[in-house]
């Protein structure tokens, strides 16, 4: 929760709008780096994401991207599997029967492109073109708040591949401190409201 207030308190900052994109971008140097050293066993490895492999992670974080740069999703399918139950789900989806038939040596030259050109284009905006409002997956909040979001979405999916090839790490990245920091702020909707809990209680993180 401290982290979380703090992070609040410094939002409209450059200072945080750097750390942000630090954050960001590093993560992608760091699923980069992981995936150089896969072989073919591990780009197919099952991963915690229903029905995804390592590859489709990847190209999932391709397809996000070019989306939040103006690419437009691909068509997709009359029928999707199981696991998607939503429209954020049917897109992400979307991209990824996009890339099925797209080589190893191809699918990492566009994840290269796209987290290059995004990179760029965050580290040109202005900064009240960052903080302005924006659509996030949460609702309305701020780009800001959005890019926080999809540094604990890459996070996370860093972790699903470390986890779907037993490479365990990166858990001492600013990446993954934003990340907790997301998940703290989360807690007293998940715990207090979702599950909830009674007044008083004490809840142990593990």
Known sequence: RRGYISCMATENSSTERDRII???TGEWSAIRELVSTFDE???GAETPCPGWSSR?????IIGTESMLAGE?????????????RNEIGELNQAWIEHFRGVDTAELLDRFDAISGSRAETLRAMSDADFFAESWTPEG???YAKFMRIRIFDCWMH???LRYATSAPGGMESPAASIAVEEMIGKLGYIVGKRASAPEGSTLTLR
């Open 41 to 43: 066993d591990d780009w």
């Open 22 to 24: 630090d954050a960001l």
């Open 72 to 84: 437009q999703t691909p068509s997709s399918g009359d029928e999707m599997p199981s696991f998607v």
């Open 140 to 142: 309305k909040g701020t």
């Open 56 to 60: 489709d992670i990847i190209a999932h």
């Open 158 to 160: 860093e972790q699903d």
